[in-house]
């Protein structure tokens, strides 16, 4: 009994102790990590202005492939917000918000985690002789809880790491963008408002890698196949649809305009696509080549004061079967905008 005695008095100690440590311990988190880019404010003020692009650089949207994200219907500057969902222990659930944005200079968002106090990050673009040094912090207040401030103390260990990895992510997306400049000089960026359309598709979530031009023929083929059974005629050009994409892998649908209403026939189904005003990019080019141009959209978009309102569609406008030249092939890469 003397022994347990002893050994409570030691525990008794201890726990005083780290009480009596803890009010000397800061209550304020900050983390802070930065890396220059050669690209330009706007490019980088972009892809993080605009919360789908996250989806491509986020260090943690790629711990959880099944995480669910619902996105706000302004998904750019200030407002803008999406919420996760993920049954992974690293992630859980949550909701990160931007509270300001001030383009293409600073970014302030919020991150709620569920159960826990809100933390907020910023992010500041500066114009350099090489690019633009990208500066992202984040702060937190870790209130009077001794074990939270003990936790704290280990923050900069924990965030640091993803912060250094997020922000090369986007040095390597930002800086595509210039290495292909001659590929996309010649896109040509306008407004259009885009009419309610008819479609037959299918929608699946797929590796990027998969995305060949033998998949896209079996799935317009398959969507041809059931237009034929339903006696259902071509009202426009093939599109792919992009819900939601990043650096892996994209939940998308291959579709084509129809003339009238048909039956779904197995995975090809059929609906209504809303009317919407949009920013619809020219790009003549492969098609498997577009990347580079979203970059430029979302730059354009940010300096342009445009806010995105739906998902990304590409609408090929040149058949390959009767150009094979591909620098003549017609893209129309339309985003959705308020």
């Not at 000397?24 to 330009?40: G, I, N, Q």
């Not at 992010?123 to 912090?137: D, H, I, L, R």
């Not at 997306?173 to 408002?193: D, H, N, V, W, Y």
């Not at 797929?206 to 398959?222: E, I, M, Q, R």
Request: aromatic content about 10%; charged content about 20%.
């Amino acid at each position: 009994m003397k022994i347990l005695k002893k050994i409570g008095i030691i525990l008794l100690v201890i726990i005083l102790l780290l009480l009596v440590v803890s009010f000397f311990l800061p209550r304020k988190v900050h983390v802070e990590r930065s890396l220059e880019m050669k690209a330009t404010p706007e490019t980088v003020f972009a892809l993080v202005n605009e919360l789908k692009a996250w989806e491509q650089w986020s260090p943690w949207h790629k711990i959880d492939p099944e995480m669910t994200i619902t996105y706000s219907d302004i998904t750019a500057g200030s407002g803008a917000f999406y919420e996760w969902k993920s049954k992974h222990d690293q992630v859980g659930n949550g909701k990160l918000s931007i509270v300001e944005s001030h383009a293409p200079a600073h970014i302030k968002t919020q991150m709620d985690f569920e159960g826990m106090d809100p933390a907020y990050a910023e992010f500041n673009f500066e114009a350099t002789t090489e690019g633009v040094k990208v500066t992202w912090t984040m702060d937190s207040d870790m209130g009077m809880n001794p074990i939270a401030k003990f936790f704290g103390l280990m923050m900069d260990k924990f965030i640091g790491p993803d912060y250094e990895k997020g922000l090369a992510n986007l040095k390597e997306l930002s800086e595509k963008a210039p290495l292909a400049a001659e590929t996309i000089a010649g896109c040509q960026f306008e407004e259009r408002q885009l009419p309610a359309t008819l479609v037959a598709g299918i929608r699946e979530k797929v590796n990027l890698s998969d995305l060949t031009s033998a998949k896209f023929g079996a799935w317009y083929a398959a969507i041809g196949e059931a237009m034929h059974k339903a006696n259902v005629q071509y009202a426009g050009s093939p599109v792919s649809i992009y819900y939601s994409y990043d650096s892996v892998s994209t939940d998308m649908e291959a579709a084509v305009p129809v003339t009238a209403k048909m039956k779904d026939d197995g995975n090809v189904k059929c609906h209504e696509m809303p009317a919407t005003k949009a920013l619809v990019v020219k790009y003549y080019g492969d098609y498997t080549k577009t990347g580079p141009v979203y970059n430029e959209a979302f730059a354009y978009m940010a300096k342009n004061g445009m806010q995105s309102a739906g998902a990304p569609m590409e609408i090929y406008v040149t058949d390959p079967g009767m150009e094979k030249d591909t620098s003549k092939w017609l893209t129309e890469i339309a985003f959705p905008i308020q």
